[in-house]
């Protein structure tokens, strides 16, 4: 690669063409250098926990850069040290600094690194798993191996598998106390979330599809490269809500602003489907549609009896989900410009308003409560 040094500072320039001045500074010299001594000094610990720790980052959205990793553990790892200890020091000293701010250019040649997605976002992934690390490291102590394995998966899913704990290992742990994770991106209410307990219940969220990093990293990984920083996410106990700003819809004068959640016990019925494959989406409230929810105005974006490869699941991802939404607006749009209710045309295959009414497809344990106490929610339409 072609690079012209610096004429009055240090480092040099280095070409990228994806940028306006078309022009990197750095200083790779310095940085190789910084990063040869912290593989010596930790013999070899360094570059097997950024190797791990690339693993994490792609796994969970990419939320920062290769360099960026490197240069926060060259600020922390400069001894050898347990490849566990190492992955806990680095979470607990990335989410700190993280918290005050952008990475300093370990060479002090250029500005600060840039993150992938909003700090508070990329502030929450490393919280989280440092927390997850703490719990692994802690339940290890405890003799529950099984426990721990679970807990590091949720950190390196595609390096260790999934285990479940033995009721032995369960008896072994120690109970909830201040050591108990917190709330935030994977256990509970965002930072700054004033919602607090209500009687009888902690401040920790229950342990559901949706608090587990080996779910939502997945599905939310193409959508977060898509649509950055419109697209957000919020936590309340048991749900967990994306909020997607300035939906852009072929025939729309204005974007249109969509909201996806995902429920542990959903309120509603699911018809024999599982709660993580089949959210609530909201968009555009009030306007008349042919398929539509009727008891909340939720898009009905599918036939829910449908077999797989006919509608959206959650390993599909959120990205396919939100191109369903935008074709479904269209839809909408279109029936209404030709008509609506009257002679609107619905330009492709749709599916009866009807459901059989059998109690296989009522899953949701809270609407089996409501039904069982009263009328409960119509099937679609």
Avoid at 26 to 37: E, G
Avoid at 39 to 49: L, P, S
Avoid at 95 to 102: L, M
Avoid at 288 to 295: G, I, M, Q, T
Wanted: with cysteine; aromatic share 8%.
């Amino acid at each position: 690669m072609t690079a012209l040094p610096h004429p009055w500072g240090r480092g040099l320039y280095i070409p990228n063409t994806k940028i306006a001045d078309q022009w990197d500074r750095a200083d790779p010299i310095t940085h190789t250098r910084m990063v040869l001594q912290a593989i010596e000094d930790t013999k070899v610990v360094f570059a097997r926990t950024v190797r791990l720790l690339k693993h994490w980052n792609c796994t969970h959205s990419k939320p920062m850069c290769s360099w960026n990793i490197k240069a926060l553990c060259l600020a922390r790892l400069d001894e050898p040290m347990p490849l566990i200890n190492a992955l806990q020091s680095f979470f607990t000293y990335a989410a700190d600094e993280t918290d005050k701010g952008q990475t300093p250019d370990p060479a002090g040649v250029v500005g600060p690194i840039p993150l992938n997605m909003p700090r508070r976002d990329v502030h929450q992934r490393l919280r989280t798993a440092k927390e997850y690390i703490d719990v692994a490291i802690e339940h290890e102590k405890a003799g529950c191996p099984l426990s721990a394995q679970h807990a590091l998966h949720q950190v390196l899913p595609e390096l260790v598998p999934d285990a479940d704990g033995t009721q032995e290992e369960a008896g072994a742990l120690p109970r909830p106390s201040s050591r108990a994770v917190r709330p935030h991106r994977d256990w509970g209410s965002p930072p700054g979330s004033s919602r607090r307990p209500g009687p009888g219940e902690t401040d920790t969220m229950p342990l559901w599809y949706g608090i587990q990093s080996s779910w939502w990293a997945p599905l939310e990984r193409d959508a977060r490269r898509h649509f950055g920083d419109a697209l957000q996410h919020t936590y309340d106990r048991g749900s967990l809500t994306y909020k997607l700003t300035g939906l852009d819809v072929i025939g729309e004068p204005d974007s249109i602003d969509v909201r996806i959640r995902f429920h542990a016990d959903p309120p509603y019925p699911t018809y024999g489907q599982r709660p993580e494959d089949f959210p609530r989406v909201h968009a555009k409230p009030g306007v008349p549609s042919k398929h539509r929810y009727r008891f909340d105005g939720a898009l009905c974006l599918w036939y829910p009896l449908d077999p797989d490869d006919r509608r959206w699941t959650s390993s599909k991802g959120l990205l396919d989900l939100i191109e369903i939404v935008r074709t479904h607006l269209f839809l909408e749009h279109n029936w209404r410009l030709t008509g609506d209710e009257q002679a609107g045309q619905w330009l492709v295959e749709d599916a009866p308003h009807s459901i059989p009414r059998s109690g296989a497809w009522r899953s949701s344990r809270r609407h089996k409560q409501r039904t069982a106490a009263g009328p409960g929610p119509r099937p679609p339409h």
